[in-house]
């Protein structure tokens, strides 16, 4: 049964369209981002979410109650906890009140509410600061009364907008385990936000991969990265390279294809689907630097054997960044770092069969 | 080239040693001379604080001025929030209507009131005609009257103050707390005003500090128990009893300290509190709400009812001035231009005079602002910081300080004041601050890249600042010039101490007509025509760009 329903969201800003008619189902207790370039729409549909935004059309469902469609409920009165990208932690309050203030409107004691807060404390890691003000809290610790101030009053669900793309690299990456941690631990329903397609694929149960507006694909980390459902979606995670191509041959069991390219040989590449099966049909050959193998001379044995010439090296410590030119076409190449080749000399690439997919325009 | 800013640092120093901290030294020492006595003493102090009578002026003035800042507040509030808030239709007219008291000179306010609201008013008459009163009613004559008169005119500094406020809250603090569950009036109460207090201190503080240096008003009400009024009269009249006259210098300093104190120390908090945080990227409009219709017919009828007060001035100003024996009628009966006869062709030496001293006080201000906008953002001289602080702190000062310590102090010794030449000066020193605000704030957004890119290619310092400084703060600059001119053309609190015959100015003619009880309709038209050349010159300012304004309106803004 799905916790958080969407259905059929529209929303516009004058003559732009957000949201088309998106349909989303969020199950109890996952944790699912929304994940896009900006403009997409996914700030949006959160927003819609938590109320914060009228849709045109659509309704949103909760717990099994509608928010809209049997009148809109606002958002003080809908039950969820939220994190913006600012924090939004009141300056003129300490840590203390901005923390309860929600609390306090609920009818419990005082006593009930200070040991409420200083349990939510302990699980942030901020015991001890409930007196300052957010003006003298770093932005890391900001960021953690926020959650705080989000978890205190147990929400069925959880709305997080974007609220790490403030921090430093590293915290960054601390605060997204602690985050998943907290938020699994305590079973709530959590809705993620975020451009980051890394925060994404180490966070989530499920990503929904947005594009102006629509849907564009949805489904665990791994097959969103392994079988992406479009060049946009091969695109945004992780990187990609594409080689434009036209379908030569379809291997019979239409599992496999060959694909006339610039590299001179036609290349044998896994389809994906019926979509890019037509011989002649324009194509992208696509294939992940890290799935490229680097030879220093020929192989004896594998499909897709390819002489390139170095043109640009970068070494990034644990590995090396290789731009190869095979018969003028350019391609990334993830290597491993002790490659003794250098720039202006020949090696061989070979690509997977497997690790090439064919996409279509 | 910090030698060449060390010299342009001295430079400016030295004009602001000479013209403010002399004079106001001259007022301070001068406030210790006892009368019948050799040599000084605190006497005077002494004596002001025991004497009934000038304890009583004091604590009015404190009670006026609490008065005015409750009733601006309380009627701002409602008036910020629509104009910040509500999507409406008119919502620009209305908003000038009601900004437009800052503009008006300060006394037009009180005679056009007068003139409407008084024992045989326009209002009286009406009523009583209709049957529905019998006796006239005492609207403004009394304390209440006051309060009402100076509320009107300031409620534009709380408003504006206020809605930038509103405007400026990342909308995002408002929203967590919707999302915690606050409801709207729960949401403004403890989490939007509290986030508004920078910003309503800095309209606040303005307008606490303006009955300490209205006198005329009073005056005009007669109800002379107050600091700036008291002191007007020992000093302006009763000069030849130099012991009133002390007394009156003593009121100057006291309203002085006071005021300065209370500057300094909302300077202060507002610093403490700074409320900064990040944003995503808000709207400019701040959140914006579509409000009922219920709420919307009212906020129309609150502001047109402000609005409508607010233009009864110049039009009660206008009848006037086209007018002449306007007496125990509602609406004037004898119409006739005689009045501007009068001043264009009889006495044209007041607007004459008007124009000739605001003009140089404004060369004045912009020889002078410019280069100090340039030393207090663009150099790191030693001292600047001073200056920048001894020049915003000139904005606390009540104009009759100002007005009173150039009496003093150029009259012997220095006697500058023997020559009319004290009449632009004395313009320039008070309205300084105001251009150096808007100068400042042109400065600051300006970026220094364009600038440094300039040198490098070879251009120096001073040809850097007229090709590309200058063009780029034109705009800003045209408008502190044209505020600079409106608030010099307007300034009667200094010049009505420093005037001797035939350097009188529009304001001072107005003044003296009314005083000495002749024909009403010339003090009108005088106002009236101070009244239309004020507006011409906003019309500019606001083609050129408000967008300025805002950004000088920080801290310490006021007449």
Not at chain 1, 93 to 112: A, E, T, W
Not at chain 1, 291 to 303: I, K, L, M, R, S
Request: hydrophobic content about 50%.
């Amino acid at each position: 049964m799905a916790f958080i329903e969407i259905r059929n969201l529209f929303k516009r800003y004058k003559k732009v369209t957000a949201v088309n008619r998106i349909q989303l189902e969020v199950k109890e207790g996952e944790l699912l981002t929304l994940l896009g370039p900006s403009g997409c729409g996914k700030t949006t549909t959160l927003r819609c979410v938590a109320g914060l935004e009228r849709p045109e059309e659509g309704d949103i469902i909760i717990d099994g109650k509608p928010m809209i469609s049997e009148g809109f409920v606002q958002p003080s009165k809908r039950g969820i906890g939220m994190m913006f990208q600012n924090y939004a932690v009141w300056p003129h309050m300490k840590v203390y009140s901005n923390i309860v203030y929600g609390l306090k409107l609920q009818k419990i004691s005082r006593q009930g509410i200070r040991e409420k807060a200083k349990e939510v404390l302990e699980l942030v890691g901020l015991q001890g600061l409930e007196d300052r003000y957010p003006g003298q809290l770093s932005g890391g610790q900001q960021q953690r009364v926020a959650l705080a101030r989000a978890l205190i009053r147990n929400p069925k669900v959880l709305l997080l907008d974007e609220p790490l793309s403030n921090l430093d690299a590293k915290l960054r990456e601390k605060m997204r385990f602690e985050i998943k941690s907290l938020v699994k631990r305590m079973g709530i329903t959590s809705v993620y936000v975020t451009h980051d397609q890394a925060e994404a694929m180490v966070i989530s149960d499920r990503i929904v991969v947005m594009e102006k507006g629509n849907i564009v694909q949805i489904g665990s980390p791994h097959e969103i990265y392994e079988k992406p459902a479009n060049r946009f979606v091969a695109d945004f995670i992780g990187a990609m390279n594409f080689i434009p191509g036209e379908v030569a041959q379809v291997l019979p069991g239409a599992d496999e294809v060959y694909v006339r390219t610039e590299f001179g040989e036609r290349l044998l590449c896994r389809s994906i689907g019926p979509d890019a099966m037509t011989p002649g049909q324009k194509v992208y050959a696509s294939v992940r630097p890290e799935d490229v193998e680097v030879f220093p001379e020929a192989p004896q044995t594998g499909e897709n054997i390819f002489k390139g010439t170095i043109v640009h090296k970068a070494y990034l410590g644990n590995f090396l960044f290789l731009f190869v030119s095979i018969n003028g076409a350019m391609i990334r190449v993830q290597a491993p770092y002790q490659l003794p080749q250098e720039e202006g000399q020949e090696l061989y690439l070979s690509l997977h069969p497997q690790k090439c997919m064919v996409l279509p325009e | 080239m910090s030698r060449g800013n060390n010299f342009l640092a001295s430079l400016l120093w030295l004009v602001i040693a000479f013209l403010v901290i002399y004079p106001l030294s001259i007022l301070i020492t001068e406030s210790f001379k006892v009368s019948g006595m050799d040599g000084s003493g605190v006497h005077n102090y002494l004596e002001f604080f025991r004497d009934i009578y000038y304890l009583k002026t004091f604590w009015n003035t404190i009670l006026l001025s609490t008065a005015v800042l409750l009733v601006t507040t309380l009627f701002g509030i409602p008036l910020a929030y629509i104009l910040a808030r509500y999507r409406q239709r008119g919502k620009t007219i209305f908003t000038a209507l009601i900004l437009l008291p800052i503009v008006l000179p300060a006394y037009a306010g009180v005679f056009a009131f007068v003139i409407f609201f008084g024992k045989f008013g326009t209002m009286n008459l009406l009523l009583m005609d209709a049957g529905l009163i019998a006796k006239p009613i005492n609207f403004i004559f009394g304390f209440h009257g006051l309060v009402f008169i100076e509320a009107l005119h300031m409620l534009p500094f709380i408003v504006l103050s206020l809605s930038a406020g509103l405007t400026s809250i990342d909308p995002s603090f408002e929203e967590a707390a919707e999302v915690e569950g606050a409801s709207g009036f729960r949401r403004f109460i403890t989490v939007t005003l509290p986030l508004c207090t920078p910003s309503y201190l800095a309209g606040a503080v303005m307008v606490f500090l303006w009955p300490f240096t209205d006198w005329l008003t009073p005056l005009i009400l007669g109800q002379v128990d107050f600091l700036p009024s008291v002191a007007y009269i020992n000093i302006a009249y009763h000069f030849t009893d130099v012991h009133r006259k002390y007394m009156g210098i003593v009121a100057v300093v006291v309203s002085s300290i006071v005021c300065i104190t209370l500057f300094l120390f909302a300077r202060w908090w507002v610093e403490k509190r700074k409320y900064t945080g990040l944003s995503k990227g808000t709207t400019a409009e701040g959140r914006v709400i579509e409000p009922s219709s219920l709420i919307k017919t009212g906020s129309y009828l609150y502001m047109f009812f402000i609005a409508a007060l607010v233009l009864l001035i110049p039009v009660v100003l206008g009848l006037a001035a086209f007018s002449r024996r306007w007496v125990f009628e509602p609406f004037p009966t004898y119409w006739t231009l005689d009045n501007f006869r009068v001043i264009l062709l009889e006495t044209p030496g007041l607007i004459k005079n008007s124009f000739v001293f605001s003009v140089i006080a404004l060369i004045l201000g912009v020889v002078f602002g410019l280069p100090a906008a340039y030393l207090i953002v663009r150099t790191r001289v030693w001292g600047k910081d001073a200056l920048d602080f001894i020049i915003t702190l000139m904005l606390a000062f009540p104009g009759i300080a100002i007005g009173v310590s150039y009496l003093l102090a150029f009259w012997q010794g220095i006697p500058l004041a023997t020559h009319w030449i004290i009449m632009p000066l004395a313009l320039f020193s008070r309205r300084l601050p105001y251009f150096l605000r808007i100068a400042h704030a042109s400065y600051l957004q300006l970026d220094i890249s364009l600038e440094e890119a300039s040198e490098v290619s070879g251009v120096g310092k001073l040809r850097t600042f007229i090709n590309i400084s200058l063009p780029l703060l034109i705009k800003g600059v045209l408008v502190g010039v044209v505020m600079f001119f409106i608030m010099a053309f307007q300034e009667i609190s200094t010049a009505i101490f420093l005037y001797r015959g035939g350097w009188e100015t529009l304001p001072i003619g107005i003044y003296l007509n009314w005083h000495r009880g002749m024909e009403f309709g010339i003090s009108a038209a005088m106002a009236f025509l101070m009244i239309v050349i004020t507006f011409i010159l906003l019309l500019i300012i606001a083609r050129i760009g408000g967008g300025i304004l805002k950004a000088a309106w920080g801290p310490g803004e006021g007449r």
